[in-house]
């Protein structure tokens, strides 16, 4: 191996670009003497700025990816044990929404290479009290929006997507966000902009952005006639120091990820034709934009699978994490102990399936889910990456893989993987 070098992280300013065009709204915020978004001009700003890029009329920012999805959701307004379909693979956030609003999270499998989740699997979860569908992009790799949507229009089901790792990636030319009812970002300290915390909503539908912006508000009717909390609901209003730091960011958006993409695809070319490492990739019609660089390994190659090829990367200076959220969503004890609200088990408690059916999450109802996380090694991504990095992580994989394939047939190392 070669000198080990530094990747930038974005944990730091070694993998962030902040500078003066943050700092120079901030400046604005702390001079103007107000810091929250109801007086003042940088959240507002930051909003119509969002909308614009993504070409579609409402947009609301919010305090977390979180609170996004807690936000689109509420939009939605499911009644209590309705469902909603998700995926079994995605941050908790995303999920933990559901259950503070009274609905159900039904997990849908995924494929097993994209790890996202499938058309097929959502269509054979739909009852009749499915209420949503979200379509999780994992990594910056779209989901098959066309199929998604037909299942969801043919049953008259909106979907939410999920859009926390994937901002500007494409299906068809649109942006997602804009293909289901409701777009929900993160801007998190790790996404491709970022306030530190933050989440951003987006729609095009005006009532689902009226329903957002109250239920983000305490659901208090400012500038109405009669203004009152019309329903319950929290503050997620974010602070206009984020707006501003938003705004600056927003504007380096299109570079993050047009970067991302270019070195992530000079990865691909290297790398490709590697035994045992499936690499990522879009859909036809679609965009990666590549918040992460996951590759799927062959365990029947790569002798130790996933564990053994995430070790040597690391041992090799590369930080990369082997099945990534290790088990499903639903393997988490909020789940296997339906540990809600006190008690109560609320709301998986409250109103049997009208056909008697069960809500089980069983592991073998999931072998995508299965086979897909214990096949995987993610790679962190940075815009920053320069082509030195690209090549030392080129060269980290090529080495590992080199010494957990073993050499070719009829020399001396084969035999570890040749009868598997
Ligand atoms: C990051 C993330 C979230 C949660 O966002 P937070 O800002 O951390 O609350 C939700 N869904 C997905 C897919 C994410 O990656």
């Not at 790398?271 to 036809?284: E, Q, S």
Request: net charge neutral; charged share 20%.
């Amino acid at each position: 191996m070669s000198e080990p070098i530094t990747l930038p992280s974005d944990a730091d300013k070694t993998g962030r670009d902040f500078g003066d065009e943050e700092l120079a709204l901030l400046r604005e915020v702390i001079e103007s003497g107000t810091l929250n978004c109801t007086k003042g001009t940088q959240v507002k700003a930051f909003e119509q700025a969002f909308a614009k890029r993504f070409g579609i009329p409402h947009s609301r920012a919010v305090t977390s990816g979180t609170a996004a999805v807690h936000t689109a959701i509420a939009a939605i307004d499911p009644e209590p044990g309705d469902e909603i379909i998700t995926t079994s693979i995605t941050d908790m956030g995303g999920i933990a929404p559901i259950l503070y609003q009274g609905a159900i999270p039904i997990f849908a499998d995924v494929d097993p290479v994209s790890l996202n989740v499938t058309p097929e699997a959502i269509a054979s979860r739909i009852t009749a009290r499915t209420r949503a569908i979200i379509a999780t992009h994992l990594f910056g790799n779209p989901c098959d929006m066309t199929g998604i949507m037909r299942i969801a229009d043919a049953h008259g089901i909106p979907v939410i997507e999920d859009c926390a790792q994937a901002f500007l990636a494409t299906d068809h030319g649109r942006l997602v966000g804009t293909i289901g009812a409701i777009g929900a970002f993160s801007l998190q300290q790790g996404k491709h902009m970022t306030t530190g915390e933050g989440g951003i909503v987006v729609t095009n539908d005006p009532k689902l952005a009226r329903w957002m912006i109250l239920f983000s508000d305490k659901a208090w009717g400012y500038g109405d006639p009669k203004p009152d909390h019309y329903f319950l609901a929290l503050n997620y209003r974010m602070t206009d120091l984020q707006g501003a730091v938003a705004r600056a960011q927003l504007a380096k958006l299109d570079g993050v990820v047009a970067r991302r993409r270019r070195t992530a695809a000079q990865l691909t070319e290297i790398l490709a034709g590697t035994p045992g490492i499936t690499l990522p990739r879009a859909l036809p019609e679609a965009t990666h934009v590549y918040w992460k660089y996951p590759l799927i390994v062959d365990p029947t190659v790569i002798a130790g699978g996933s564990d053994a090829l995430g070790a040597a990367l690391k041992a090799n200076g590369v930080f990369c994490a082997p099945r990534y959220i290790q088990k499903p969503a639903f393997e988490c004890r909020v789940f296997t102990e339906r540990k809600t609200f006190g008690k109560s088990q609320f709301p998986y408690s409250h109103r049997e399936r009208e056909d008697g059916t069960k809500i089980v999450y069983d592991t073998a109802e999931y072998p995508g889910t299965m086979q897909g996380l214990e096949r995987v090694v993610v790679l962190p991504w940075n815009e920053l990456y320069t082509d030195q990095h690209v090549h030392f992580i080129a060269r980290a994989v090529q080495a590992a893989v080199a010494k957990l394939a073993g050499r070719p047939r009829g020399t001396a190392n084969a035999s570890s993987h040749a009868d598997a």
